[in-house]
């Protein structure tokens, strides 16, 4: 046997949530018990809402203890772990990268 629905313990449960159709299909009492299982789960940090941005981006390279540190507060904050604007390694140039390249192969 189904188990009953957990609003109105009147009816078998067949929709998600553990409401009868009865139930699931009135708003007001589907906002009262939350989605069941791991695809059903919504808020920040779960990838439907994304969390706001730090105000300012931070000027530590990737990997940094700084970065690192910069990091571990935007979480505990509840706030995006990644800005946009944050401090990247910087690339190489063309020329730099040429020299590297002749570097190794002399050695």
């Known amino acids: 046997m189904k188990p009953a629905c957990v609003h109105c313990h009147d009816r078998p449960v067949n929709r998600g949530r553990g409401l009868c159709w ?3 299909k009135v708003p007001e009492v589907r906002a009262l018990y939350g989605p069941i ?3 059903g789960q919504r808020g920040v940090g779960n990838g439907c809402i994304r969390p706001p941005l730090d105000l300012v981006p931070t000027p530590f390279p990737p990997g940094s203890p700084g970065k690192v540190a910069v990091m571990e507060r ?3 904050q509840g706030l995006a772990i ?3 604007l944050d401090g990247r ?3 190489a140039s063309r020329r730099d990268r040429g020299r590297h390249h002749r570097r190794q192969a002399a050695t």
């Open 82 to 84: 990644f800005h946009p």
């Open 89 to 91: 390694r910087k690339k």
């Open 74 to 76: 935007r979480a505990a």
């Open 22 to 24: 009865a139930c699931f």
């Open 37 to 39: 299982g791991p695809r």
